[in-house]
């Protein structure tokens, strides 16, 4: 797989936080208490109308208290019961580890599921990297992610905080024997106290792996029986192995590619992305965001099949924010849609429309990037000695990402045609989608009113009737969680 080259200068850093100035900064919007447990009449607001400077503050307030917690537990003496091991020190660290996420529900650790915090916490305590009077909760290690993925999302690189045991040289390897091969952790260096893997990290790298023949013209067939059909009664068509094969052996123009790159291009910058997350608790307070690059690889032939890399770097994502970013891209390049219409999708007063999300199989998140704390510890300041950087594990990075996640990716398309079935639902289904049109004219049809539960029946009930995917991009309406 070819490098891609950041040819761009680095993103803008937000100057750190010292203790002092968290100690004197107000508590958010998030800690204000209920009427009930204060005793006066302040309503409690939720962090979905956050600004990005409540979240600041809110992370300020949060290290300072868990500085003093340190501090205070440090200071104060243990009492040991008879049967009670020595207090092994814990340090705090950037833990540095990569993933194929098929088989797991998601990086956020969740009691119902098996995912990529699950099992990666109870490896460090199997391995002694976690004492057994904190294993009982990730909170008791203040465990915290640089970003979260969904299910079936890769990581080549990620990064979790957490004070841990670091006393054996060799508790990487022994970490890595309890996981299975799909989860490698690459190393870890020691931080600062306040270093908290999340609101530390300036910027996060993505991929998607796209086959190009997701870009062909719509379906003959799949236009008409979305004419002629009605809707309840459409079933999704099966590709036969003759056509799937003829998908396969198609290469995108020069042209159609160019368009793809603009396309692309037009993400670059400052926008409001509204329009490409979830609808519920989605507002223009909170929805700006800053891409600082996208870049289109060349075409790649992979067992047969011609394939794109495309990789964003962004300081923040939201919720689907980039599987919608390509649909968007793939529907408009299949259909001619000009490209004025992602202006208008980026509109401050722009309708709310609904974008399909593009399938989760080609989506990986590359690295999270802290330039900030590491030009700290390039002048050595404030104590910050190592940079959290994946440049010394990048040779072992680059094979496990070759096998365990470009190769899964590959090998699940060539068996499952995941991306076609995403076309065959998007065009069976495209009630939802009329604003995909060669005027680049969003009609009142698929303007989506927030809080709306109709929009999200009308595609249920094609759920209900066996047609699952052509469902998916609707249930965004009740999906309330932001990244």
């Not at 203790?19 to 204060?38: C, H, I, N, W, Y």
């Not at 530390?200 to 979305?226: F, G, I």
């Not at 992602?342 to 080609?362: E, H, Q, T, W």
Request: glycine letters at 6%.
């Amino acid at each position: 797989m070819p490098e891609m080259i950041n040819q761009e200068d680095p993103a803008p850093v937000e100057a750190p936080v010292s203790l002092e100035q968290a100690s004197t900064a107000e508590a958010s919007p998030a800690e204000v208490k209920t009427a009930g447990e204060t005793g006066q009449g302040t309503k409690k607001r939720g962090n979905r109308g956050q600004t990005c400077k409540d979240r600041r503050e809110h992370a300020a307030v949060k290290r300072r208290a868990r500085i003093q917690e340190d501090r205070e537990a440090e200071s104060t003496p243990r009492v040991k019961s008879e049967n009670s091991e020595p207090r092994k020190p814990k340090r705090r660290v950037a833990l540095m580890l990569g993933f194929c996420g098929t088989e797991f529900q998601g990086m956020q650790v969740n009691p119902n599921a098996r995912t990529i915090e699950g099992d990666l916490f109870k490896a460090l305590c199997e391995a002694g990297a976690v004492s057994e009077e904190n294993a009982t909760s990730q909170q008791k290690v203040q465990l915290q992610r640089a970003a979260r993925t969904d299910k079936g999302v890769h990581a080549a690189g990620q990064v979790v905080s957490l004070k841990m045991i670091v006393e054996d040289p060799d508790i990487v390897e022994k970490v890595n024997a309890k996981l299975c091969d799909q989860i490698r952790v690459w190393g870890f260096v020691r931080v600062v106290q306040s270093f908290n893997a999340k609101t530390m990290c300036d910027s996060r790298v993505y991929e998607y792996l796209l086959p190009t023949y997701v870009l062909m013209e719509p379906s003959e067939s799949n236009l008409r029986l979305a004419q002629t059909v009605p809707f309840e009664e459409r079933r999704l068509p099966e590709t036969n192995a003759e056509d799937m094969k003829a998908k396969r052996e198609y290469r995108v123009s020069p042209e159609k590619l160019q368009f793809v790159r603009d396309a692309f291009a037009k993400y670059k910058g400052s926008h409001d992305f509204r329009n490409l997350t979830v609808t519920r608790g989605c507002t223009e307070s909170n929805s700006m965001r800053h891409m600082h690059w996208f870049e289109v690889s060349d075409p790649m032939i992979i067992d047969g099949s011609e394939w794109l890399s495309l990789k964003v770097k962004g300081q923040s994502f939201m919720l689907h924010q980039i599987r919608k970013m390509v649909g968007l891209v793939i529907l408009m390049t299949r259909s001619g849609a000009p490209l004025k219409l992602m202006d208008a999708l980026f509109g401050k007063n722009s309708p709310r429309i609904n974008v399909p999300k593009a399938p989760s199989l080609g989506l990986l998140l590359e690295s999270p990037v802290f330039d900030g704390y590491n030009s700290r510890a390039d002048k050595q300041v404030q104590g910050v000695t190592s940079p959290v950087t994946f440049e010394p594990y990048q040779k072992t990075i680059d094979e496990f990402k070759q096998r365990f996640i470009y190769d899964a990716i590959i090998r699940t398309e060539m068996a499952d045609c995941v991306f076609d079935g995403w076309v065959n639902s998007v065009e069976v289904f495209p009630e939802q989608y009329t604003y995909i049109n060669k005027d680049g004219v969003i009609p009142e049809s698929a303007i989506v009113v927030p809080g709306s539960e109709r929009r999200f029946r009308f595609n249920r009930s094609a759920a209900e009737a066996g047609n699952q995917a052509a469902a998916e991009s609707s249930d965004d309406e009740l999906d309330s969680k932001d990244n």
